[in-house]
C-alpha cells in the first residue's frame, strides 16, 4: 500500500484566513483517476464513487469547523473467498482544527504534560501551522474508518482445521490508524 500521509487523493485546501463568515461549503467529488488512488490506499478492489459534502466555518475565535458527510461505494474482498464484495459508505464528518498556538489546543493537557481524553466525548481538535487546512483530508479520514476491516460475502465461512487462534489480517492503512491511536 502506498499511502502518503503529507497529501491525500481527494486534498481540498482551504485558505481559512479567506474564509466567509458564513462560512464556505465544498463538494469533492472524485474523479475516475482520485477513486483509483483511494481504492489503492485502502487496499480495496474499487471505489465506484466518492463525494463528500462539507460546511467549512469560523469556530471560536480563530479556529475551524468542518461538518458535513461523506457518502461512497466501493468494492472489497471477501476475506475468505477473495470474491468482490460490495459495501455502501455513508458517513458524517465532523472536526475542528485550531491553530498550533492556540490556548484552547493546550487545555487537554495536564502539569505532566499526558493528554487527558473523554473516550466518550468529542474528539481534540486538529492544530494547524499557517492559514490552510486540508478539508478533503479529513474528509478521507473519516471513509478510511467507516471501510469494513473484515468484508465477507454473504455465505462464505471459513471452514473449521480445529485451529481458532487465526486472526484476519489488517491493512496498512488499519495498522496506521490502530498505532495512531494508541499514541493518543
Not at 94 to 106: C, H, I, M, Q, T
Not at 156 to 183: N, T, Y
Request: hydrophobic share 40%; net charge negative; proline share 5%.
Amino acid at each position: 500500500m502506498k499511502f502518503d500521509e503529507t497529501r491525500s487523493p481527494v486534498s481540498f485546501p482551504v485558505n481559512i484566513a479567506r474564509l466567509p463568515q458564513k462560512g464556505m461549503a465544498v463538494v469533492v467529488d472524485a474523479d475516475a483517476a482520485q477513486r483509483a488512488a483511494l481504492a489503492e490506499a485502502h487496499d480495496l478492489v474499487s471505489v465506484e464513487r466518492y463525494k463528500a459534502d462539507l460546511l467549512i466555518t469560523k469556530w471560536k475565535r480563530n479556529g475551524v469547523k468542518v461538518s458535513g458527510r461523506v457518502q461512497a461505494r466501493i468494492t472489497q474482498a471477501c476475506i475468505v473467498t477473495l470474491d468482490p464484495v460490495e459495501a455502501t459508505i455513508d458517513e458524517d464528518i465532523e472536526g475542528v482544527y485550531l491553530p498550533e498556538d492556540s490556548k484552547l489546543a493546550r487545555q487537554g493537557f495536564n502539569s505532566a504534560g499526558e493528554i487527558l481524553l473523554d473516550a466518550d466525548g468529542p474528539d481534540s481538535p486538529e492544530t494547524f501551522t499557517g492559514d490552510t487546512i486540508d478539508a478533503g483530508a479529513l474528509a478521507e479520514e473519516f471513509f478510511g474508518l467507516a471501510i469494513d476491516p473484515y468484508p465477507r460475502k454473504t455465505g462464505a465461512a471459513v471452514a473449521s482445521s480445529g485451529d481458532d487462534d487465526i486472526e484476519p489480517i489488517e491493512s496498512e492503512f488499519q495498522k496506521k490508524l490502530r498505532l495512531i491511536s494508541k499514541k493518543l
